[in-house]
C-alpha cells in the first residue's frame, strides 16, 4: 500500500492538479494537501525532479501573484482587495 505522499507524487506526475483536485484523488483535507506539498517538493527534489507550482491569479482583477513562496491560496488580492482568488496548481516537472 502507498503513502499518502506517494500517491499524490504520482497523481501530480500525471496531470497538473489544484489543492481541491488533490483532496478529492486521494481522499485527505485540502488542508492536508497544503501540509503535504513543502515534503513533496523536497522528496522529489532529490530524485532530481521539481514540483512547479501554477500561480494563483486574481479573477476579479486579473492579478497574478508570481513568486509566492507558500503553496496555500492568497487569501485577498493586494491590487483590487478581492477575495476571489483562482487557486494555485501543481505539477511535477521532470528533468
Given at each position: 500500500?502507498?503513502t ?7 497523481a501530480?506526475?500525471e496531470?497538473e492538479?489544484?489543492a481541491?483536485d488533490?483532496?478529492?484523488e486521494?481522499g ?6 497544503y ?8 522528496s ?21 501573484f ?14 483590487c482587495?478581492?477575495t476571489?482568488?483562482?487557486?494555485p496548481?501543481?505539477?511535477?516537472q521532470r528533468?
Amino acid at each position: 500500500m502507498k503513502t499518502i505522499r506517494h500517491q499524490l507524487i504520482e497523481a501530480l506526475m500525471e496531470r497538473e492538479m489544484t489543492a481541491i483536485d488533490l483532496s478529492q484523488e486521494v481522499g485527505i483535507q485540502e488542508k492536508e494537501v497544503y501540509a503535504h506539498l513543502p515534503h513533496i517538493a523536497r522528496s522529489v527534489a532529490s530524485q532530481g525532479n521539481k514540483l512547479v507550482v501554477g500561480p494563483a491569479r486574481c479573477l476579479k482583477c486579473g492579478f497574478v501573484f508570481e513568486g509566492r513562496k507558500r503553496f496555500t491560496r492568497p487569501g485577498r488580492c493586494p491590487k483590487c482587495r478581492e477575495t476571489h482568488i483562482q487557486n494555485p496548481s501543481y505539477t511535477i516537472q521532470r528533468r
